[in-house]
């Protein structure tokens, strides 16, 4: 399993912006498929964005294109979701999660249970 720890949440106004950061504790974080997912009260979890294994491929929810973007910095060991024109709907706790590429011809994940490591999670809260 994979230590991750999430940071970068927190109180935006709509139209803001923000920075999620995962750092990752393993020394195979190139093999590694990463994924965005966030749940709100209430709600299921929920996937927003992945990064293939390599970090040359993303894919995101339809909720979110055009305005989140993710992407994987593999010598830093860290991943990363920047998040613009954020609306009130966005507010929930982010999780990162990641899944070694057993398959490396598999770029993303989109449901939870496919994942082998959580972080604890960050909140983001978009309010005026």
């Known amino acids: 399993q994979v230590h991750l720890v999430e940071s970068g949440g927190g109180l935006v106004q709509p139209g803001g912006s923000l920075r999620l950061s995962c750092a990752a504790s393993v020394r195979s974080f190139s093999t590694k498929i990463m994924g965005w997912f966030r749940q709100a009260p209430g709600k299921e979890r929920e996937f927003v964005a992945g990064i293939s294994w390599n970090g040359g491929n993303t894919d995101y929810a339809d909720s979110v294109k055009g305005r989140f973007t993710a992407s994987k910095d593999i010598p830093k060991n860290t991943a990363y979701l920047q998040m613009t024109s954020l609306k009130p709907e966005d507010t929930a706790t982010y999780y990162c999660?990641?899944?070694?590429?057993?398959?490396?011809?598999?770029?993303?994940?989109?449901?939870?249970?496919?994942?082998?490591?959580w972080g604890q999670g960050t909140q983001v809260t978009v309010s005026s």
């Open positions: 999660a990641a899944k070694e590429a057993r398959d490396r011809g598999v770029s993303f994940y989109y449901y939870p249970g496919d994942y082998d490591s």
